[in-house]
């Protein structure tokens, strides 16, 4: 089920029919006919009872729209999350210990500072333990 077509569904809700729904949306009738049909198809009901110009939701119609709803707010919570620059996640660093104590603070300080989402782990190691870490996918950085 596309995101479009739950779109589709609320705007003929909101809007009152299929007629009203295409003109807001920017389509052409037969699209917004065509994306309630493979709703239709998909569920295994129909969505509308047409009753003339009228258009009245089905139990099934009743049921779906505040998933459609709910579907369509977790998208664009969704895309905000995609559209963020920030990066974020985790990040392993391994060094010897004179470094994660003496150098590596200052740097990290100033990292935390540009990347507030990135989580940091530190592993103190040696360098011949380290090498074999970052060949392995146990840290993302290594500093020898």
């Known amino acids: ?6 779109k589709t569904f609320i705007t003929i809700v909101e ?18 006919t065509s994306h309630i049909k493979d709703i239709e198809q998909e569920i295994g009901g129909p969505l509308f009872n047409r009753f003339g110009k009228k258009m009245l939701l089905t139990e099934v119609g009743e049921y779906l729209l505040p998933y459609a709803n709910e579907m ?4 664009e919570k969704v895309k905000q999350i995609q559209s963020n620059d920030e990066p974020m ?5 391994g060094a010897p210990e004179s ?3 003496y150098r590596l603070p200052p740097i990290i300080h100033e990292f935390k500072k540009l990347f ?3 989580k940091i782990t530190l592993k103190s190691s040696t360098c011949w333990e380290l090498k074999d870490d970052l060949r392995n996918g146990k840290v993302d950085l290594a500093f020898l």
């Open 89 to 93: 996640g985790n990040l392993v660093i």
């Open 72 to 75: 369509i707010r977790i998208s």
């Open 116 to 118: 507030p989402k990135v």
């Open 1 to 6: 089920m596309e995101i479009r077509h739950l």
């Open 99 to 101: 470094l994660t104590v």
């Open 15 to 32: 809007k009152g029919g299929f007629t009203k729904a295409a003109e807001y949306l920017g389509y052409a009738q037969s699209t917004i």
